[in-house]
């Protein structure tokens, strides 16, 4: 009994989960990433230079290996409105009558008439307006560099306050030509931006339908 008490249980916890499944976000793995090992000289030649571990000594510090970091300042406005308008009106309208036969008397037809009418109408209206609006800055590592230079970075934040912990996650592609003075990078001029920004805790729990109402409202969603 205390098995099956147990099985029932899990079966039960399996359930809520899926009933209020988290759309998930792409974020590309992993989020963190050491710097490559670089072999070391067999002749010492006493040189400065070193091709294999190069930076420009002449400008800002810049991410351009697998390991180095860069700011990204996460400016992110989409707005979108959409409204239809469609209306159908449609009106006919029949009539007969019968005056005379051969034969007959023309009185005897003085109610022989027919007449008939329709009558057609629709009219819709729709809207939809969407509007996001995301700022924040993470610093995000280098996880690897394509064969054009282009940076593929990423990073995540986690802040805990008591119960609850902050979660932001963030990865793109980063062209080195858009990385600005300081080392930072605004995500606009990043492509495939991914962006999850999530709360657990009981503040998360607070805010999600409760699984007994989920499971009533996915059977009467009336």
């Given amino acids: 009994m205390k098995h099956l008490a147990l099985l029932a249980a899990a079966l039960v916890l399996t359930g809520c989960s899926t009933l209020n499944p988290r759309p998930k976000v792409d974020i590309a793995e992993p989020t963190a990433a050491l710097p490559q090992a670089v072999a070391a000289p067999v002749v010492n030649n006493g040189a400065i230079f070193q091709a294999s571990q190069y930076r420009p000594l002449f400008e800002d510090h810049r991410a351009r290996l697998v390991g180095d970091t860069l700011t990204v300042r996460i400016v992110e406005?989409?707005?979108?409105?959409?409204?239809?308008?469609?209306?159908?009106?449609?009106?006919?309208?029949?009539?007969?009558?019968?005056?005379?036969?051969?034969?007959?008397?023309?009185?005897?037809?003085?109610?022989?008439?027919?007449?008939?009418?329709?009558s057609n109408s629709f009219e819709g209206k729709g809207s939809t307006e969407n509007t996001n609006d995301f700022s924040g800055t993470i610093t995000a590592t280098v996880t690897g560099v394509l064969a054009n230079g282009h940076l593929l970075i990423a990073g995540e934040k986690q802040i805990g306050v008591n119960h609850n912990v902050d979660v932001l996650r963030f990865s793109g592609q980063v062209d080195p030509r858009a990385i600005q003075p300081g080392n930072s990078v605004p995500s606009a001029a990043i492509a495939n931006v991914r962006i999850e920004h999530r709360g657990r805790g009981q503040q998360a729990d607070a805010q999600g339908i409760g699984w007994l109402a989920r499971f009533f409202l996915n059977v009467l969603p009336i």
């Fill in 77 to 118: 406005k989409v707005s979108a409105s959409q409204k239809s308008t469609s209306s159908v009106d449609k009106t006919g309208q029949i009539s007969a009558a019968v005056t005379a036969l051969p034969g007959i008397a023309p009185n005897s037809f003085g109610r022989a008439t027919a007449a008939g009418s329709s």
